[in-house]
């Protein structure tokens, strides 16, 4: 197979649309960023189009990868759904190739970011892990024996909507009890918020540091509390391992992968986080001390992950 020199990844998020010319070493040449207008269809494909375009004036672009939320056929061509833009069934390949004159390929995004630490990043050296992306919700991606896993349909490993609390908190995708309601930033913040709306003596180093707003606690000031030694953001970080650990020897007790990559902003917090996580997975994997344990770890390519996985798969 020939491998093509230069391709061009697209992350295309809800605040932003970040596009990069990526070479075979997963180093990026060149970036360019614009505003994401998520509300309108056209105007997001106008502007992935402008930021290729942008990026192809200057450098032998030869194919094109396109890294997005939501269920992209296996054929790797049409977003089925997207949540935060209003795609339906559409044929993004066709319509993006018709104007680039490019090859173009559609991935989702987490499982652009898995390949991107599968081939460069935190799981380099192995055939099988997960990468775990803890934000807003909990995103993942799964390549096993060296292949992006995408399932029957295109839309496997949406491991945030495993359900694990029966009737429990109701998420985004309509379910309730979904691993996201309790491992994931937003939960983080609703826990800590939920205390110190109830005057929780226990959060009033939180709230002075959020200036007695509700709404200024997030999760980069909770892990700052974590990391100058408030005992209530560092429980709040370790509960939330606990959670990250518990759904992660679940998953391995099916999947059986040899590294599982934390990322996302959430991932920040380190061994604030991982610590715990290590040690819920330790105690509650299937077979524990009669198998080997599986390494957590931080992924390593950070926000670009998406990225450089989203072109590179377009080389395949």
Known sequence: ????????GVDVGGTKILGGVVDHHGNIIEDHRVESPAKSPEAVEAAIIEVVQELKSRHPIECVGIGAAGYIDKDRSTVMF?????WRDVPL???LEKVLELP???ENDANAAAWGEFEYGAGAEVDNMMLVTVGTGVGGGLVLEGELYRGA????????????????HLCGCGNRGCWEQYASGSALVRNVRSAARAG??????VLDRAEGDLDKIKGPLVTEAARDGDAFA????????????????????VLDPAVVAIGGGVADADDLLLGPARRAFEAQLTGRGHRPMLDIRKATLGNDAG???AADLARK
């Open 153 to 168: 349909f295109g839309v496997g490993a949406e491991i945030g909507h495993m359900r694990v609390v029966p009737n429990g």
């Open 1 to 8: 197979m020939t491998v093509k020199k230069l391709a061009c």
């Open 200 to 205: 929780s003596l226990l959060a009033r180093d």
């Open 234 to 253: 560092i429980e709040a970080l370790t509960d939330l391992g606990i959670w990250l650990g518990e759904g992660i020897a679940s998953i391995a007790a």
């Open 104 to 106: 173009v390929v559609i």
């Open 307 to 309: 990225l450089i996985g």
């Open 82 to 86: 997207a949540p935060n833009i209003a």
């Open 93 to 95: 390949k066709e319509r």
